[in-house]
């Protein structure tokens, strides 16, 4: 921009006061501007500085005036900023350059310098006025992007696969030495013509559409084509690319592999192909199977209802021998002890065993079923227990979900039953109940479940003997026991059962505890 000033050297009088009055106007104004300002003549001399230069370099304006201001200019700096500078003078053209200048305090600091032509009213050149920025920060923050941009280059060219960068537009503009490696395509070639002619023409307008579809969005892309190997074979390649986004959330680049998958793909559609074959054999193998589960429930139901006659037998018997327990021997007394409590035991196996075969055939219907009306009535049962032994049972508010009512009450009388047997001998037993739904983030709580529905994380713990967490697994196999039957009596069923009704209900449970740190069950079941 041209900037015309009225010539000082020119003598008249009767527009002597108005200068003067600019020229004031112009060092005021200058002096209190944020920015380093400077003037110089047409000779090329610096006439002026204003305040923030002199605060900037901590010296004074006869230190800095004609050429002293030269002195402060990084040694490395002053040859090419002195040629920039001359050049414009002599071609009289605006300029803009960067050098480094010493700070007050001794150090350099990166200064943007910029300066405009200035003449009289007359045409006449007076010479340069400019202004000078620092721009330290901006300085070392491009050259930690360059230094970044090189280590990333680096990176990428190491890496064994192909990587690439395009713009937010999907315009390629990068690819790594892999890419080069693999194809053959000199490093000459613009970068969009070259990657069109590895893609198998039968792909082209697929990998069109699949980028086109994720360039409208702002995912990660995914998808797989086939690219050309410099020995002219087609391979399948696994094109993967990712948004990179500024603080407002807009998309600034993209960035990408591909990885050759050629042998992997052709591999699974082998064994795709083998499988198919395989087909009807396997559904009828599962056939099979269904009936023989079916068959072998059966014949645990039926068995375990046969073997409740002779029991019942044995129980009466025994009662009636009671009637004689004074006229019995002390090691007949003995043996009639064994045989209650042998009877006893083989009670609770059949009536644990029966219900482990009802879990087992999912006939019963599933219902809106309020756990908080299931928690209350099963602790209605564990009243006297709970009081003998000064339990505190709490628990939060549970959801609703559809489930089959008497499932979910096995379900918590095991879970319950057992945090009160297994409590501590010198401690109050503590257990408390609580619920919360599983959050999308928490996918390692899913494996396993079907994805697409809601699920609630119920919660038994208890403050109880606890046990090693490498059985944590085991505890929940049919008659497997950690514990002494006679200190702790149980068939080793309850939380088989407990497993059954889980997965019956499209969830699962899992526990987690210490030795001497209590346990806790998680049980994780789908809200509908």
């Given at each position: ?19 003067k009055?600019?020229?004031?106007w ?9 920015v ?7 000779d ?11 605060k ?32 414009c ?8 350059t ?23 009213s007359d ?6 006025i ?5 721009i ?13 941009e ?13 990587v690439w ?5 999907g315009k ?7 890419f ?27 990998a069109?559409l ?9 995912r ?5 084509v086939r ?8 391979r ?9 986004k ?11 592999t ?18 198919e ?48 327990k004074?006229?019995v ?5 003995l ?48 009243e ?36 009160l ?12 109940i ?8 928490e ?15 119920i ?18 196999i ?19 059962v ?7 209900h ?16 998680y ?5 509908v």
């Open positions: 921009m041209k900037q015309i000033f009225v010539n000082p050297d020119k003598k008249n009088k009767t527009r002597s006061k108005p200068l009055e600019g020229e004031a112009f060092r005021n104004m200058a002096n209190n501007a944020p380093m300002m400077w003037v110089a003549n047409a090329k001399q610096r006439v002026f500085f204003n305040t923030t230069w002199l900037f370099t901590g010296r004074t304006i006869e230190q800095e005036l004609n050429d002293g201001w030269m002195e402060n200019i990084y040694e490395e700096d002053r040859e090419n900023f002195l040629k920039i500078y001359n050049l003078f002599d071609e009289r053209i605006a300029f803009r960067e050098y480094r200048l010493r700070h007050r305090s001794g150090e350099y600091r990166w200064i943007l310098s910029m300066g405009n032509p200035s003449y009289a045409e006449s050149f007076l010479g340069f400019g202004t000078a920025t620092e330290t920060q901006e300085v070392q923050a491009r050259s930690l992007i360059k230094e970044s090189e280590r990333f280059r680096q990176m990428a060219d190491a890496m064994p696969h192909i960068m395009a713009t937010a537009e390629l503009n990068y690819f790594n030495q892999g080069y490696n693999y194809t053959g395509q000199p490093q000459d070639e613009e970068i969009n013509e070259a990657s069109r002619k590895i893609v198998h023409p039968d792909d082209m307008e697929r069109k699949i980028w086109m579809h994720y360039l409208k969005g702002d990660q892309m995914e998808g797989e690219f050309k190997r410099k020995d002219g074979e087609y399948w390649h696994l094109v993967r690319g990712v948004p990179l500024n603080k407002d959330g807009d998309i600034k680049m993209w960035v990408g591909c990885t050759d998958i050629h042998d992997h793909k052709t591999l699974n559609e082998e064994l795709e192909k083998r499988v074959e395989r087909t009807h054999d396997l559904q009828e193998i599962n056939r099979e199977m269904e009936r023989s589960n079916s068959e072998l429930q059966q014949f645990a139901y039926v068995a375990s209802h046969d073997l409740q006659e002779p029991l019942r037998k044995i129980i009466t018997f025994a009662d009636r021998l009671q009637a004689f004074d006229n021997p002390d090691k007949g007394k043996y009639l002890d064994k045989i209650v409590a042998s009877s006893q035991r083989m009670t609770k196996l059949i009536d644990d065993l029966l219900n482990f075969s009802r879990i087992s055939r999912t006939g019963s219907k599933f219902v809106q079923t309020n756990l908080n009306e299931i928690l209350e009535k099963v602790l209605t049962d564990f006297v227990i709970a009081t003998l032994k000064n339990a505190t049972i709490t628990y939060q508010n549970l959801p609703v979900i559809n489930a089959i009512p008497v499932q979910m009450e096995q379900l918590f009388h095991n879970l319950v039953a057992n945090a047997k297994f409590a501590k001998k010198d401690v109050l037993p503590v257990i408390t609580t619920a919360r739904r599983v959050t999308a983030g996918e390692e709580k899913l494996n396993g479940l079907d994805r697409e529905r809601h699920y609630v994380e919660v038994v713990r208890d403050n109880g003997i606890g046990f090693s967490n490498e059985f944590a697994e085991q505890i929940f049919i008659f497997q026991r950690l514990n002494d039957r006679h200190t702790y009596p149980g068939t080793g069923i309850g939380l088989a407990c497993r059954k009704i889980s997965t019956n499209g969830g699962k449970i899992y526990a987690v505890s210490k030795e001497d740190e209590g346990a806790a069950f049980i994780i079941l789908p809200i």
